[in-house]
């Protein structure tokens, strides 16, 4: 019995140790890790060690630790796994609504779109899968962004900086703040024509999911109207409610 609890606390404190990587951008040394998990450093150490001869972490030229690209195998497999389940879903709501609707999750500070349901429409939006975009600009990014500490979103802004798409994009942090503030309050984002001229789109947060992802709909502007939002902006919140219940950990 004793070798089966220290089992399951060494995969615990391994699956933390990566988990505290990702918050920190994937990089951080051995001694604030150790800190910010409260854990001896010698006990941090040979569980990063484990973790670098297996790949998924790696010991850069500053001293400090990167998450290691065994990770990606792993994310690849767990993205096919979301959208398979998400499918279902996501086809539900596009053929209530009539328009695109797209799943989406943060890796790193980039948002990668994992699935979609296209529109019927001649004229639809479409986003291939794996497509990575800035999160400033994007109704999943900026619902996502709203769904995270302040200090986390402004420290990925940070490195990615808010480059300007079109005349609606935010590009300052001020600007883009009160808005995440906005969507805070309103329990989703709205994507004004700020990546694509003439494209509105919709988009919340799937609370509780350990990874951030966000639902959307997209459309052109001229059909995604205000009387649009309010009529399917509850069904929105419904099916990012009922994701978030499957994907959700623990």
Not at 14 to 19: K, R
Not at 170 to 194: F, M, N, V
Request: with cysteine; glycine share 8%.
């Amino acid at each position: 019995m004793p070798t089966k609890v220290s089992s399951v606390q060494s995969v615990d404190r391994a699956f933390s140790i990566l988990e505290e990587m990702a918050r920190n951008g994937g990089e951080i040394g051995l001694t604030e890790l150790a800190t910010e998990l409260d854990l001896p450093v010698p006990t941090v150490h040979r569980a990063m060690q484990t973790l670098v001869n297996l790949g998924y972490a790696k010991r850069n030229g500053t001293r400090k630790y990167t998450l290691g690209a065994s990770l990606l195998f792993l994310g690849e497999a767990a993205s096919r796994g979301m959208a398979s389940w998400a499918k279902p879903s996501l086809l539900s709501l596009a053929n209530t609504c009539g328009e695109t609707v797209n799943l989406a999750t943060l890796e790193g500070d980039r948002i990668v779109y994992i699935a979609q349901s296209p529109s019927k429409h001649n004229m639809r939006m479409f986003t291939e899968a794996g497509r990575r975009v800035l999160p400033h600009a994007c109704g999943v990014g900026k619902a996502i962004l709203a769904g995270i500490s302040e200090a986390k979103a402004k420290e990925i802004i940070s490195h990615t900086g808010m480059p300007k798409y079109t005349e609606t994009t935010h590009i300052t942090w001020k600007s883009l703040q009160k808005d995440l503030r906005d969507i805070q309050l309103r329990g989703y984002a709205i994507d004004e024509g700020e990546q694509e001229v003439g494209v509105r789109c919709i988009s919340a947060v799937l609370v509780g999911v350990a990874s951030p992802t966000a639902i959307s709909i997209s459309g052109p502007a001229t059909r995604v109207t205000n009387a649009f939002i309010a009529k399917y902006a509850p069904l929105l919140l419904e099916c990012a409610s009922e994701l978030a219940q499957e994907f959700a950990v623990g």
